[in-house]
C-alpha cells in the first residue's frame, strides 16, 4: 500500500513534443505529490507538486494532472527540451502523519532528441 | 543559499569492511532524511531524524546500518559490515519543518562501491 508506481520507464521524445509520465499510488492518506528530475550525478531536485485539493497544477512547460477518484497523477512537459533530458521521479508523502517521508517511483529515463 | 553537503562523493570498499558517510544539512533545517538508491530505482528512505531525534527507522537495516545526528544539526550514516547489495547511491536530503511545503532538499550523494 506503500507503493508509487511509474510509468513508462524510459521515454524517447522529440525537442518540441510532449512528455507524458504517470504514477499510480494506493495510500489514500497521501496528501502530497512531488515531482522530482534528477540529472547524472546530482541528487533530485524538486520540479513541481500538487495537492488532492486541486486536479491541475501549471508550471511554465510543466503540469502536473491529478485524478483523485482513480489515485493517479501524471507529469506533462510540454515543448521538450534536450536540457529536459534527465530521469524523473514521482513521489508521495503524507505530510499530514508528522512522519513526512517521500515514497518515490521508479524513475523514468527522459531523452530528448533535437 | 548553501546546499546540503555530502562527503565523501564515491567510496569503494570490500565487503566485511565498514564505511561512515556524513551530511552537513542546509542551515535551519530541522528534519534530516538518509536515502538508500540503488541503480536503476527510486530513493528509498532509510531514516528519517527531527533534530536530533529518529522519526522513522523501519527500514533501516539495523543489524549493520546505524545513523546519529548529534545537536540536530550535522549526521552520519555508518555501514558494518557491509555487503555487496550496499552497492547504492546515498543521498542525504534535509527540509525546513512548518513552511508551507515540507520540499526536501537533496545533496550529490555518496556512491557506495563495495566489492
Known amino acids: 500500500q506503500q507503493q508509487v508506481k511509474q510509468s513508462p520507464q524510459s521515454l524517447i521524445v522529440q525537442k518540441g513534443g510532449i512528455s507524458i509520465i504517470n504514477c499510480a499510488y494506493e495510500?489514500?492518506?497521501?496528501?502530497?505529490f512531488p515531482w522530482y528530475q534528477q540529472f547524472p550525478g546530482k541528487g533530485p531536485a524538486l520540479l513541481i507538486a500538487i495537492r488532492p485539493d486541486v486536479s491541475e497544477k501549471k508550471e511554465g512547460r510543466f503540469t502536473i494532472s491529478f485524478n483523485k477518484s482513480a489515485k493517479q497523477f501524471s507529469l506533462h512537459i510540454m515543448d521538450s527540451q534536450p536540457g529536459d533530458s534527465a530521469t524523473y521521479f514521482c513521489?508521495?508523502?503524507?505530510?499530514?502523519?508528522?512522519?513526512?517521508?517521500?515514497?518515490f517511483g521508479t524513475g523514468t529515463r527522459l531523452q530528448v532528441f533535437p | 543559499e548553501a546546499g546540503v553537503a555530502q562527503s565523501p562523493r564515491y567510496k569503494i570498499i570490500e565487503k566485511r569492511q565498514s564505511v561512515a558517510f556524513w551530511c552537513n544539512p542546509i542551515?535551519?533545517?530541522?528534519?534530516l532524511y538518509w536515502y538508500q538508491q540503488i541503480l536503476g530505482q527510486g530513493p528509498k528512505l532509510l531514516i528519517q531524524?527531527?533534530?536530533?531525534?529518529?522519526?522513522?527507522d523501519s527500514q533501516l537495516p539495523k543489524d549493520r546500518f546505524s545513523a546519529e545526528r548529534l545537536k540536530g544539526v550535522d549526521s552520519t550514516l555508518k555501514i558494518q559490515p557491509a555487503k555487496l547489495e550496499d552497492s547504492a547511491v546515498y543521498l542525504c536530503?534535509?527540509?525546513?519543518?512548518?513552511?508551507?511545503?515540507?520540499?526536501?532538499?537533496f545533496g550529490q550523494g555518496t556512491r557506495l562501491t563495495v566489492v
Open positions: 542551515s535551519g533545517h530541522a528534519t
Open positions: 531524524f527531527q533534530n536530533n531525534g529518529v522519526v522513522d
Open positions: 513521489a508521495a508523502s503524507n505530510e499530514g502523519s508528522g512522519a513526512d517521508k517521500l515514497i
Open positions: 536530503a534535509s527540509s525546513f519543518s512548518g513552511g508551507e511545503t515540507t520540499e526536501a532538499f
Open positions: 495510500n489514500t492518506a497521501f496528501d502530497y
